[in-house]
């Protein structure tokens, strides 16, 4: 097996594994779709969350090669919150929200993993760990650009309300 051959599938794999992440942002994370007030408020208060802190989290996740550092920095951002409660990433619980979602993607990251390997290798072949966990990265980055997605769509929607 060449390095591209296990690549290509791992991106296949990738592909559809898509599908479920975007049920996953869909059906669980319902919050940034309709109840979750985020961005400034009507009378111009920060509240809850800024598209700022998003594409930040994005940016981290889409530099690095680990998503123990992604679920570091979020413990880290919620962690150095001198605001209250429902300030940040500590607003509706939504820093942790992320960090569940982001542990159990572990388990579909080892799936896709063994997919690829199967597909280029056969199927006594073993994912090894620096495989999944480059599965485990990609999916990380794809479930947070697609909460990034959900949450801007809410974010605009609000805008526009408050505006009208």
Same mark, same amino acid.
């Given at each position: 097996?060449?390095?591209?051959? !296990? $690549? ?7 592909? $559809?594994?898509? #599908?479920?992440?975007? $049920?996953?942002?869909?059906? #669980? ?5 309709l109840t979750l007030e985020i ?11 800024? *598209?700022?802190?998003? +594409? @930040? ?6 530099? +690095?090669? +680990?998503?123990?550092?992604? =679920?570091? !920095?979020?413990?880290y951002q919620i962690g150095r ?5 429902? @300030?940040? /990433?500590?607003? *509706?619980?939504?820093? @942790? =929200?992320?960090?569940?979602?982001? &542990? ?6 080892? &799936? ?23 599965? /485990? ?20 929607? @609000?805008?526009? #309300?408050?505006?009208?």
């Open positions: 097996m060449t390095d591209w051959q !296990y $690549a290509f599938a791992l991106e296949q794999e990738l592909e $559809a594994a898509e #599908e479920l992440l975007a $049920a996953r942002v869909l059906d #669980e994370l319902p919050e940034f779709k961005g400034a408020g009507i009378e111009q208060e920060a509240v809850g969350l800024t *598209a700022h802190q998003f +594409s @930040q989290l994005l940016q981290v996740a889409q530099q +690095s090669e +680990s998503v123990a550092v992604v =679920i570091n !920095y979020l413990r919150s001198k605001s209250p409660d429902n @300030q940040g /990433w500590r607003y *509706a619980e939504v820093g @942790q =929200i992320l960090i569940q979602h982001l &542990n159990d993607l572990q388990r579909m990251a080892r &799936n896709v993993a063994q997919k690829a390997v199967e597909r280029t290798q056969g199927r006594t072949v073993a994912a090894t760990p620096e495989q999944r966990d480059q599965a /485990w990265i990609a999916l990380a980055r794809l479930f947070l650009a697609m909460v990034w997605r959900s949450y801007m769509l809410r974010d605009n929607e @609000q805008k526009r #309300e408050a505006q009208a």
